[in-house]
Each structure stands twice: as C-alpha cells, then as structure tokens.
C-alpha cells in the first residue's frame, strides 16, 4: 500500500513565477492537507481539501491556491513567487473521520 | 501567536536511556495530540497520538503522557536506540481539522 506521495521532489522557480504542486493521498484517505516547513520551524498549516472544497484555511494569502480532484489527489498553486516561499511544501493525508494525518516526502521548492 | 511550544531546541541522551521530550500548549479547545517525527529530507512521520480524555498513551518503547490542567505533554522514549536521533514535532488539533505544529525538537542519542 503506497503512502502519500508528492512531485516534484525538488523545484527551482524564479520571483513572479508560478509553480504547480501535486499530491496522491493514502489508499482510501478522503482528505488532504497542506503544509508549508520554513528552515529551523515546524510545519504550518496553509488549507484542506475534503469532497473536492476547501474545507479550512491557514493564515496564507490568495496566491496560494488548491485543488482536490474527484480521486482524492490535489494540487498547490502558488502564483507570483517571492523569495519568502522558500520552503518545504508538505502533502498529509487521512481517512474518513478520523485524526491522524500522514504525511508524504515534501517538495523542496527553491525561489531565486 | 505560538500556540504549541516546544521549549527545547535541543537534547542529547545516552544510548539506552530514557528520553524525554516536552511540549506545552496554549489553546484548551485542542483535543488531539500527536508527535512526529521527522528525518532530513523526508516528510514527518506519525509516532504516536493521545486523546484529550487520556492521560497516557503506549506503544511499544513511546509512551505519551497528557497533563490537560498543566497544558503539557511528554514523550518518553525507553531505551533510547541510535535510530531515535531525528527532530521530534509535537503537534495539536482541535477535531477533524488542522495541525497545529512546535518548532520541533533535535534529539541525538549518543552511543
């Protein structure tokens, strides 16, 4: 049974780009989360998708944007790439109406 | 606003000891805790989770324990193995929602 499982594991954009990140859930989970890691912080908390919507919303602004496809893969948008987005993007996923998040490998994404 | 603090950037512990990492909450309406670990270049993984109706969790050599009034939970690791060394998040949720992560612990387990 695959884990979650994201792509590109590493990515170089440059300031006012665009970049597409995707995400496969775990076998049978139904939601999806994600996460943004800055160096030397823990992982905070940027939107879930559930049933295709966006169920919740970090503290992150309209550049950052999702999609959660009718196989339960999603996708992270951001638009117009600062310096400052420089992270590690994180996938999580769970099952139906349970807690437990589980989390893929991460994108590297670097802005110059 | 830091709600999940984890005090500790640090902590070295010799090989077969117990290993013991904190983490203090602010937010009385999470209801779910987790730990997890995390690897250089690889995603967090799920240790273990406690319910905030308990007040200890095992499995196997981790064993979490929830003080709801003093807004704290523990790790302890025992005996502690060469393959613990990693950052260790804590993490809370309120629900089915999201996690709220501390800044993560470097533990190094010293053979």
């Known amino acids: 049974d695959a884990g979650v499982t994201q792509s590109p594991t590493h990515l170089i954009k440059t300031r006012g780009q665009q970049v597409t990140l995707r995400c496969s859930p775990k076998?049978?989970?139904?939601?999806v989360s994600w996460y943004q890691q800055a160096l030397g912080q823990g992982p905070q908390f940027i939107f879930q998708y559930y049933e295709e919507e966006e169920r919740q919303r970090g503290n992150f602004p309209d550049r950052f944007s999702g999609h959660q496809f009718p196989n339960y893969s999603s996708e992270l948008n951001v638009n117009a790439l600062l310096l400052g987005d420089s992270a590690l993007y994180l996938c999580?996923?769970?099952?139906?109406?349970?807690?437990?998040?589980?989390f893929g490998p991460g994108t590297r994404l670097t802005v110059l | 606003d830091q709600q999940v603090k984890q005090n500790s950037p640090s902590l070295s512990v010799q090989e077969g000891r117990i290993s013991i990492l904190n983490c203090d909450y602010t937010?009385?309406?999470?209801?779910?805790f987790l730990w997890y670990k995390k690897y250089p270049a690889e995603g967090p993984t799920f240790l273990i989770s406690?319910?905030?109706?308990?007040d200890k969790n095992e499995d196997g050599r981790f064993t979490v324990f929830l003080n709801k009034s003093a807004k704290h939970l523990s790790l302890h690791i025992v005996p502690s193995q060469p393959g613990d060394s990693a950052v260790y998040f804590c993490a809370a949720q309120f629900g089915n929602e999201k996690l709220t992560f501390g800044t993560g612990t470097r533990l190094t387990i010293i053979p």
């Open positions: 999580a996923s769970s099952l139906p109406a349970t807690d437990t998040q589980y």
């Open positions: 406690i319910s905030s109706i308990k």
């Open positions: 076998s049978g989970h139904d939601t």
């Open positions: 937010n009385s309406m999470f209801d779910y």
